[in-house]
Structure formats: C-alpha cells, structure tokens
C-alpha cells in the first residue's frame, strides 16, 4: 500500500435507547487499538460517530476530510449491520481504503459477515491489539496477512482463517491513546457537571452463564491489571483530562478480593474527588460486607447486580450460579453503605407467562434496588443459549438484538404481549418507587435517583414501547415525576 500510514477507528451509529439514557460512554476499547497502531508506527484518529450522534452523511463528510487509507470499526450483534455499513460507506468513498473489523459478533460470526459483504478485507477475531498492530505492519511492509495470528478474510473467493492467537500476557503493557478523545462529547448526565471516562481493571470472566457472550469470547479466562498502576491512571485521567465518573468497564473486577481490596486502597489514597461505577456478582458483595465501606470511601457510589431472574429454576437454566436469596441481602448490604443500586431481571424465555412476569415483578419489588430494567431475553447466535431457544426465535433483524426488542416468543405469549410487559413493569416499578425517592434524606443519593429515573422513564424506548400497550402516553404520576427531577437539577 501507499506510504499514508493513518488509521481511523470510527463507532457505527447505533442508537437503540437503553445504552445512552446516562451518559455518553467513551469507546475504551478503541483507546487501547489506537494506541496499538501508534505501537506499529501509524498515526490514529478515533471518530466516535455514535456519540456524536452523527449519521452516514456526516460519516461521508468525515471519511472524505480524514482520506485515512485504513477505516476500523468494532461489533456487537445489535450493531453488526451498522457495522457494516459504515465499512461499505469507507469503500465507496475510496474503493481502495482497507477496512477492518473486530468485536464479539465478528470474532465468532466471521463466515457470515464475510459472506453477506464485500466490504470487509479483515476481520479481528478475539482481543485486537497484538492482532491489529501486526495487520498494520504487514500491511505497509507488503507482507503475507496470513502470517498474522487472529484474523478472518476472504482471498481468491475463499475464507483465509490464521491460527487463534493467545491472550496478551501483560495488560499492563497495552498502551492506551487518551489524547484521541473528544472529551467534551461525555458526560454523565446523573451527576451535573461531570466528565465520563471508563478504565479497564481487568478482562474476562469464568462463570457459564449461558446467555453471555464474554465468558465464550474470553475463553472462561481471567486476567488483572496491577492496582496501583490502576490508581496511578484513574489519577492521570482526572488530572489531565478532568475526569470525575469513571465506569470499571470490567466483566467482573472483583473477582480476586484481595486483588480488589488492594486496588480500592491505592484509590482511597489518592484521595481525588471521583465518583466510581462498577458490576459485580451477589456473591462478592456478601463476601466483601466488611470492606464495602472501602467501596464507598474509594468513590464507588453505583453499583450494578446482574440478578437476571427472581426464581431459582430460571436462574439455574442460564447458569448463573447464584442463590435468589443472596440477590436480596447483596441488594441490602449496598445499600447500607449509600450505594446506588442498579439491577437487571430478564423476561420472555421459552417457558414464560403473563403470571410469571408478574411474579417476577412483585419479586423485584421486594428486592428493591434502586433502579431496575427489565430486558427481553436475547439469544446471541454464537451464545450457549442459541440452539436451546433457536425453535421460539421470530425474529432475526440483528438489529434488533438489543436487549429491548423481544427476539424469542414464548410458548404462551405473543411477541407484542412480552414487548407491553416489559414496559408495564418499568411504569409499575418507578411508579412504586417514587414515593420512596423522595423521601431520602440523603440528599445526594435522592437528586442522582431523580435524574436516574427521570432519564430512564423518559427515555425514547420507553414512550415509544407506551404506544403499543393500552395507555398510548407517559402515566400522569411519572410526568409528576419528571417534574420534580428538573426541580432537583436546578438545585
């Protein structure tokens, strides 16, 4: 190729309603394969398109002014077609650009992605930047890709599969390409006047939950940064970039408790006003119950359980490898300690029912986190879960696999039916919950609620899914409720 050595990773815009309620959240991942290009001697740029809330005419303008001679973008399922279609974009305004793609969807779904488009020249399986910083060099060297551990393309109308290639040793040793953000674009809109970053603490996780994609994508592995260099960067980030909310980006961060211990220590003693978001598992939180208020102290003021599900059966179908009573002592426990609570409870399995949803939600009540968001099964075609549930799945738009749209129709429910349950119980949750949020003396924890389920309520997903249901429009008690969070953002 020529000697342009400029590299642009750029988000596809997706938007689906859910992911971008709080905050504008940076590409991390495209933070660390920047940094790896700079590492084979190109020159990045980072386009986060999605954030920008720019469309394909925007993109076009960019890709034209930017003349980069290597366009890279990253998939999940729901944005795979986007995906693709900004890869197709790339080509057309220069046939001769190289295009690259990685994330989860691709790694495991190469075969048909290089299949259905001409537009792809490479496809990243598994973690990128080892891959991604040799493609770069073989590329401006002339030499053979095939020669390049971890990657996916299509050479003389066939499919060129090189051997897997094996976990980086170090995360340590990964650089990462700050300075390429815009960081303006992100805020966090819970907490005013904030600026989101995300850090990575570790990768990977080692449970069987068969409706997951990380566990299958990091191979049931697991691997930590070293705590203090992790301090040393939040530190960094606040001080150079003004950084004050920062979500763990971690599948599962406390893992090893006294990694995690070690790790919240160094924090508390940088003693920097930073507000932490974090996942974890019920377990660990009754695990860490003497230490949680370190959680507290090192700036960790949301965290978010992925119960899933209320009853024992649906939790040992996906294997979640948790007891439904230590959903609701973890719950208790955070918020002992002032802690925001966030949790998920999934609906619309093969084997659900109107009585069970309600179940369901009477159970979430009782368990009482402070926000809460009811998702519809989604069976990722490269998940455990697929071949179990592909005979109940109705619609295969990827599109749509977004955690929002019901995929799977039950074998006693219509598709729309799942689709008004699931916002029947966001408007009956919150209208419950209200009542209790005002009441909260603590007086940060009631204004980040409000805002919380200001946004989340009023979010687009949520009105547009109020049409398809009996109501058509917004409960006068949660538009009551919109009114006092705009209260509580001008105080």
């Given amino acids: 190729m020529d000697t342009n050595k400029t590299i642009l990773f750029a988000t596809p815009p997706y938007h689906c309603g859910v992911v971008e309620v709080a905050g504008r959240w940076i590409p991390l991942n495209f933070v660390y394969l920047a940094g790896a290009a700079r590492q084979a001697g190109w020159v990045p740029a980072i386009y986060d398109a999605m954030t920008k809330d720019h469309g394909y005419p925007e993109m076009e303008a960019r890709f034209r002014r930017e003349k980069a001679s290597v366009v890279a973008t990253t998939a999940i399922t729901a944005t795979i077609n986007d995906a693709v279609k900004t890869l197709e974009l790339a080509k057309r305004v220069d046939p001769a650009t190289v ?4 994330g989860v969807h691709p790694t495991f779904c190469y075969e048909e992605v ?14 990128g930047e080892a891959t991604i910083r040799e493609l770069l060099a073989a590329l401006a060297e002339g030499t053979d890709p095939a020669r390049v551990p971890g990657l996916a393309f299509r050479r003389d109308g066939e499919t060129v599969v090189t051997p897997s290639r094996r976990f980086h040793d170090s995360l340590d040793d990964l650089p990462a390409a700050w300075d390429l953000l815009d960081w303006p674009d992100y805020k966090y809109f819970v ?7 995300a850090i990575s603490t570790s990768r990977g996780c080692s449970h069987d939950c068969i409706f997951c994609s990380q566990q299958k994508f990091w191979e049931k592995s697991w691997r930590f940064r070293d705590p203090q260099k992790v301090a040393d960067e939040i530190e960094s980030l606040y001080r150079t970039y003004g950084v ?9 961060p406390t893992s090893d408790r006294e990694r995690w211990e070690t790790l919240l220590d160094a924090v508390i003693a ?8 974090m996942e974890t598992r019920a377990p660990d939180i009754i695990r860490d119950r003497d230490i949680l208020w370190k959680y507290r102290k090192a700036g960790v003021v949301h965290i978010y359980l992925g119960l899933e599900a209320t009853d024992q059966v649906t939790l040992d179908f996906i294997r979640k490898e948790i007891d439904a009573d230590e959903s609701k002592l973890a719950l208790d426990l955070i918020h002992e300690h002032g802690i925001v609570t966030e949790t998920s409870f999934v609906l619309g399995f093969p084997h659900e029912t109107k009585k069970n949803i309600e179940r369901t939600l009477k159970l979430a009540q009782y ?22 549930v592909k005979p109940y799945i109705r619609v295969h738009d990827y599109s749509k696999y977004n955690l929002i749209d019901p995929i799977i129709e039950p ?3 219509s598709l729309l039916q799942v689709d008004v349950a699931i916002v029947d119980c966001y408007r009956k949750f919150y209208m419950k919950k209200l009542p209790e949020v005002l009441a909260l003396r603590d007086d940060f924890k009631r204004d980040y609620l409000m805002k919380a389920m200001k946004l989340i309520m009023g979010s687009s997903f949520i009105i547009k899914k109020l049409g398809k249901g009996t109501l058509g429009k917004v409960p006068a008690k949660i538009e009551e409720m919109m009114r006092q969070g705009k209260a509580s953002d001008q105080r």
Avoid: C, Q
């Fill in 99 to 102: 295009t690259i793609l990685g």
């Fill in 114 to 127: 290089l299949r259905t488009t001409a537009a792809v020249d490479f496809i990243v399986r598994g973690e």
């Fill in 191 to 197: 907490i005013p006047n904030s600026r989101l970053g």
């Fill in 244 to 252: 004050n909310v920062f979500l763990i980006a971690d599948e599962y």
């Fill in 270 to 277: 940088k003693d920097i006003p930073v507000y932490l978001l």
């Fill in 367 to 388: 368990y009482n986190p402070d926000n809460a968001h009811f998702l519809a099964i989604t069976p990722w075609p490269y998940a455990d879960l697929y071949d179990e």
């Fill in 411 to 413: 074998k006693r429910m």
